[in-house]
């Protein structure tokens, strides 16, 4: 069958090939979103914290090494959502704490800080005969019309605010915030719960949704959505698989960073023969810290990759569930981060709550990770979450359906995170040409033809705004700008992409053609749509 799909107001048309067995029983999906994941922090992307049942994902399904997110929490989650870029739907910069009122619900600003009436997933594959699910971090819209039960989703166990204590909810990283937490339509404290640590509870609730789920409607197919809080700070872990990893960071920043680059190499992910961007101008030596401030610095490592390894054993628990209940097979799972991994705030973090006298990676701490780690938590790349350098826009990702994708490979693909809402609807229209949207405006392209074969990287357009941070990826070229203020910079990903040979100068022509490009974007997805 053929769909329409509306990009950037053209008309395309798909034509669907066929995927053996897909007609005969629609698939189930699964996203998972990691919030502020490094790069490199996965083993599979040369990182040394302990990832296998990631890495199992990756060996068995494909592992994307050109895939991008919007480079910040709330555009990234906005794009995923609704196959559109974060302005177009009311999320170019970050969610309002202000309700809106009914002029505001009615109008709409690329940057109104909530989601505006463009369709979900969860709407599309309700409207598929989908049930659907969310457990963990929501941060497209804080006050309801705009909560998950709201926006296609037919349970929900939701952070509906941005990052919260793993431990308690009530204590924020300020003593006047306060974090809103949802179960469906029900405000809940989380916390009351005996042992509640955060990226448990959404494994827990994932693992009884599905359960149910499969109890009481099994022939139904499912979307759940798991977004996990980790490893974005607070910096909060199990102590024991703390202290696993203190000594591993005994040898500081610059020389995990080099390991992990060296992984790399090993592993194909990055050309022997690439240059390597040097630490941040403003990456502290390792020397120069007293023991203090290095034992202190251990210990933030140390917790962030704890976080790390222990969401991926919350992930093989999902896993597990779904092979022992026969539902992985034909179970599309997506894996990425919303973006690069954090450098908020200063070289060696900051300590948002110094009232809480806790030691660092407990209930009475309130610490970031800070430039000098996050430097090699992105590696190879340049800069850090919110950056549209590639440190900020880059997501590891991995993509297994074993009923459809069942020998491992890499694909160097040039995707983001809104072309994941089209290739949905290519699928299970697959199944079903009489419901669903049949035209939708969108701007997100289908990946779907990828998961059969290893296409050569297209010549297609992506383009990122956040806070005057600019980038735009044509092909194997990249422009940056830091902010309207300084000029763009023009990068050839594919021979250098780390960012470090600057060709505006040589290619001038070239680097007009792509910022006229850019500003022609960029005032149209302002312009957006309600």
Request: glycine share 6%; charged share 20%.
């Amino acid at each position: 069958m053929r769909y329409l799909l509306f990009a950037r107001g053209l008309i395309s048309f798909c034509q669907c090939s066929t995927l053996s067995e897909v007609s005969e029983q629609p698939p189930n999906f699964i996203i998972i979103l990691a919030d502020d994941l490094g790069y490199s922090d996965l083993s599979c992307y040369g990182g040394e914290i302990h990832t296998p049942h990631l890495d199992e994902l990756a060996a068995s399904g494909i592992q994307f090494t050109n895939f991008y997110n919007a480079a910040r929490c709330c555009p990234t989650r906005a794009s995923l959502l609704t196959g559109r870029y974060p302005h177009e739907v009311g999320l170019g910069k970050m969610v309002s704490w202000e309700p809106p009122d009914d002029e505001a619900l009615a109008s709409f600003s690329p940057n109104q800080g909530f989601l505006n009436a463009s369709p979900t997933i969860g709407e599309l594959l309700q409207s598929y005969g989908y049930s659907t699910y969310l457990s963990g971090k929501w941060h497209v819209g804080e006050h309801r019309p705009n909560w998950p039960v709201d926006r296609g989703f037919d349970r929900s166990y939701a952070l509906i605010s941005g990052a919260m204590n793993y431990w308690d909810i009530n204590k924020a990283k300020q003593t006047n915030i306060i974090r809103t937490f949802v179960e469906d339509s029900i405000r809940i404290n989380p916390s009351e719960t005996a042992g509640f640590y955060s990226t448990t509870a959404y494994t827990n609730r994932a693992i009884s949704f599905l359960e149910h789920h499969r109890l009481t409607t099994p022939k139904k197919p499912f979307f759940l959505y798991l977004g996990y809080q980790a490893p974005h700070w607070p910096l909060h872990a199990p102590e024991a698989l703390i202290q696993q990893y203190l000594p591993l960071y005994k040898e500081g920043w610059t020389v995990i960073r080099s390991k992990r680059i060296a992984r790399q190499r090993e592993l194909g992910l990055l050309s022997q023969v690439a240059t390597i961007s040097p630490a941040d101008e403003i990456v502290t030596d390792w020397q120069a810290l007293d023991s203090l401030q290095r034992d202190t610095m251990v210990r933030k490592m140390a917790t962030h990759a704890a976080m790390v390894h222990f969401m991926d054993e919350q992930i093989g628990r999902l896993v597990k569930q779904l092979a022992e209940n026969d539902q992985l097979e034909n179970s599309l799972i997506l894996f990425l981060s919303d973006n690069g991994a954090s450098a908020e705030s200063g070289p060696l973090g900051h300590n948002f709550r110094p009232d809480l006298k806790g030691q660092i990676g407990t209930v009475d701490s309130y610490h970031s990770l800070g430039i000098n780690w996050a430097n090699a938590c992105n590696a190879p790349f340049r800069k850090y979450k919110a950056w549209t350098y590639e440190g900020g826009a880059a997501t590891p990702a991995i993509l297994s359906w074993p009923r459809q994708v069942n020998t491992g490979w890499r694909s160097d693909q040039v995707l983001h995170v809104m072309d994941v809402w089209p290739t949905i609807q290519e699928i299970v229209a697959l199944n079903d040409s009489e419901t669903g949207w049949e035209t939708v405006e969108i701007s997100g392209r289908s990946f779907f033809s990828v998961l059969q074969v290893n296409q050569p990287t297209s010549d297609r357009f992506i383009g990122w705004e956040h806070y005057g941070h600019g980038a735009a990826r044509r092909g194997p070229w990249k422009i940056v700008a830091r902010s309207p203020e300084v000029p763009w910079e023009l990068y050839n990903l594919i021979e250098d992409p780390t960012e470090q040979n600057n060709q505006a100068i040589e290619k001038p022509q070239l680097l007009r053609e792509l910022v006229q490009a850019y500003e022609a974007w960029i005032s149209g997805i302002e312009a957006g749509h309600n």
